[in-house]
Every structure is written in C-alpha cells, then in structure tokens.
C-alpha cells in the first residue's frame, strides 16, 4: 500500500535495443501501439462510458508515474486527492458539462494544495528542527526551509491536477458531444499523426535540431512531416464527419504547435528530474506519460474547435 501511494523515485532503465534507424524497438513499439489503439477502439464501439472509465485509469497511471519522478527531487505528490479529483472531473464532465468540471478542478486543486502543506507539515517540522537543533543552525533557519518545501509541494501538486486531470476533462468533454466517438477518435488522431509524421521525417531527413538543449532529437525537419500528416489528418478527419474541411486542415496545423510546446515541456521537465522517460509501462514508448502528453495538451484545442467551428 505504501507503494502504491509514495511510489519510489523512477529510475533510468537502460531501454530495449533500438532497431535500425527507427531510434527505438520498432517490434515492441508497434506490438503496444496496436493493443493501446485496439483498447480505446473497443470502449469507445462498446460503449463511450467505458472509454471515459479507461481514460480515468489512464490519468490515474500517469499520476502515479508523475509522483515517481516527482519523487527523485524529495517532492510528495498526493495521490488519493488526486485520484479522487480525476474521478470527480470525469464525472462532472460526462454528466453535467464544463462548468461543473471546472468547479471539480478547483476544488481538486485546493484539496491538493491542502494535503500537501499538512503532509509537510507532518513529515518535516519535526526532522527539520531536531536537526536545526543539533547542527547549531537557528530555528527560523529551519522554519523558513519547511515552508519553501511545503510551497514546493503545492505547487507540484497543482501543476499535476492541472497537466493531467483537468486536461484530461476537455477528452471526456469531447466524448459527451453529439457525434462524439468520431470527434474523440480524431481527438487522438491528430496527435497520433503529429508524432508519427514527425519521426518519419525526423529518422529519414532530420538534420537542424529545433531545441537541441532540450530534446536534441527533435529537427525542424520532423516539424514539416509533423505538419503534412496532422493537416491531412485534420482534413480527412473533418471530410469523414461531415464538417469543414479547411477547418479540419487548420486544426491539423495548430494541433502540432500545441503538441509540439508540450513535448518540449515534457522534455524540459524530465531533463530538470534527470529522466529520459517518465515510466517504463509502455515497452518501446515509455510510460503512459510520453504517450498522453501530445494528447492531453490538443484537447482543449479541439474541444474549443467543436463549440466555435462545427
């Protein structure tokens, strides 16, 4: 139980070997791919209730794998608000509407930001002014330490509530429209299309790195496949659900600029906590975290899309 929730610091696991230039385990890459695509598939032709249940568990995962990386720089997430406002965002979504999601989020937040400080609270003032005490070091030395690890602490918390669950929302949001399963499958599409196009293009011409001090693999030149396959995605998406398609091309075009700003602050996060990946769940990708950043970050996106557009 203590496992399940203070996960221990994640570590750099040496990856599977890479085959050819595909910079990766192109076997195992694909195997997962499949299942992960063949499991929302299934939820969402079966009923779309159960893809909300398997989008919550999938949150709640990656928050676990987010408080393992959290916890190599002695930060605590916590989990239980955390899960529970996931749970709670969801619902609200699915059953009431945007508003009622947000009120969820910001209690969600408050929660966090309120465990934190009393987990802190309860951990730490103790330790810290025993050993102010026997190093000679003043006691409001200490005092103001704590509350910089108690600020730490919350503001992790909400970075987390908001990057995940919140985001996560607008998924559920979209799934709640009327034609929503197709809505939801483009949702993912795009993003899908964005890195996959990107790393063919990247792997076959990729040369002029874009950030190279933060995720040196990244070239503009994985950039433009990223950009051709999310405009035909975004464009054949729209065509096969009766909307617009301009509009489906320009929403393939700005889904890559949102998606893009997320992989590289994923990329920023985990070079801050030392990771090459978030988690180890998913052989071949990572954790469930380097697979949903790119999606979670084009959901509000595309929901603001669905409400202004079509």
Request: glycine share 12%.
């Amino acid at each position: 139980m203590s496992t399940l929730l203070t996960p221990p610091p994640t570590r750099n696991h040496v990856p599977l070997p890479s085959t050819g230039r595909a910079g990766r385990n192109l076997p195992a890459a694909v195997g997962v791919a499949v299942v992960l695509i063949g499991t929302v598939l299934a939820s969402l032709v079966f009923n779309k209730v159960v893809f909300v249940g398997v989008a919550v568990l999938a949150v709640c995962g990656a928050l676990w794998e987010l408080a393992g990386a959290f916890a190599r720089k002695d930060v605590r997430l916590p989990l239980p608000p955390l899960w529970l406002g996931t749970l709670g965002i969801a619902v609200c979504a699915w059953r009431v509407g945007a508003e009622a999601a947000l009120g969820a989020y910001l209690a969600t937040a408050g929660a966090c930001v309120l465990w934190a400080f009393l987990e802190q609270a309860e951990t730490e003032t103790g330790t810290a002014l025993e050993r102010a005490d026997h190093d000679g070091v003043p006691r409001t030395t200490a005092h103001d330490a704590v509350r910089r690890s108690r600020s730490v602490a919350a503001s992790a918390a909400v970075l987390a509530a908001t990057y995940l669950p919140f985001l996560a929302g607008f998924a559920v949001l979209i799934t709640a429209q009327d034609q929503g399963v197709g809505k939801t499958l483009m949702l993912i599409g795009l993003p899908v299309a964005n890195d996959t196009g990107g790393w063919l293009a990247g792997i076959t011409f990729g040369k002029h790195p874009m950030a190279p001090s933060v995720s040196p693999k990244k070239s503009w030149e994985g950039f433009a496949g990223s950009m051709a396959a999310a405009v035909l995605a975004g464009a054949g998406c729209l065509w096969g659900l009766g909307g617009p398609v301009w509009a489906g091309a320009l929403l393939g075009a700005c889904t890559v600029v949102v998606s893009t700003l997320g992989d590289l602050g994923e990329s920023l996060l985990k070079r801050d906590l030392g990771l090459k990946d978030m988690g180890t769940l998913l052989p071949g990708h990572g954790g469930l975290m380097d697979r949903l950043d790119s999606i979670l970050v084009a959901a509000p996106l595309v929901y603001l899309f669905t409400l202004i557009v079509w």
